[in-house]
């Protein structure tokens, strides 16, 4: 199974670390949540003592605790798995949801990290606006990166869950992460069933656990 190749500038907000348990966050604003959230992650992969590829370990359970809070994994998983979700017993929810996650967290938490390690200093957040209604929120950013002259955008889909904001989708260049994912397990949904979509995922958990596993 070929997972989607999510872009940098996507996993730069500490993405591939979302799907994680979330505590409590009190915020004021959904553009403050997201800005404040973004600096204190920056601030980690700059701080002096967290240098090194021996400390990569260290630095992405560092950026997992500040991002966990922003992000509704069960949502996005919702979200992800689309009408297909529906037809689930709650014990096959919790499943996806955790084999979901640490699929992401595997595939993309490296990847996270060293791509951070080589652009961060090149880059510069911008933070646009945010716009509310009701229970929903859209907080448009965007990153200049001045190696290419070039402006990226980066907006944060949000909704409100016992009064906190929590990010439920990112759309990078026009590109849902969310939607992303959902057309490829679509697709093998639509050829097999949903069934044979947990043994792909399983599979690939295993694949990459017996790649990494010392020789």
């Given at each position: ?99 979901f996650t640490e699929l992401i967290e ?110």
């Amino acid at each position: 199974m070929q997972l989607p190749r999510l872009p940098f500038l996507l996993t730069l907000g500490g993405l591939t670390l979302f799907f994680l348990p979330i505590r409590g966050l009190t915020t004021d604003s959904p553009l403050e949540a997201v800005r404040s959230t973004t600096n204190r992650v920056v601030l980690v992969l700059k701080a002096p003592e967290n240098q090194g590829p021996h400390l990569r370990e260290k630095r992405i359970e560092q950026v997992s605790e500040i991002v966990r809070p922003l992000f509704d994994r069960r949502e996005v998983a919702r979200r992800t798995l689309g009408v297909y979700w529906r037809d689930r017993t709650e014990a096959q929810r919790e499943e996806f949801i955790e084999i979901f996650t640490e699929l992401i967290e595997k595939s993309y938490g490296e990847t996270f990290d060293k791509q951070a390690e080589k652009y961060l200093d090149q880059v510069e957040f911008l933070y646009d606006q945010e716009t509310i209604d009701g229970n929903f929120a859209q907080v448009n950013t965007r990153i200049f990166v001045p190696s290419q002259n070039k402006y990226f955008s980066i907006n944060y889909r949000l909704h409100q869950v016992d009064g906190q904001w929590l990010i439920y989708d990112v759309v990078v260049e026009n590109i849902s992460m969310v939607r992303n994912f959902r057309t490829q397990f679509y697709r093998i949904i639509g050829k097999s069933s949903y069934e044979e979509l947990v043994r792909k995922l399983q599979a690939k958990l295993r694949q990459m656990a017996a790649t990494r596993s010392p020789s």
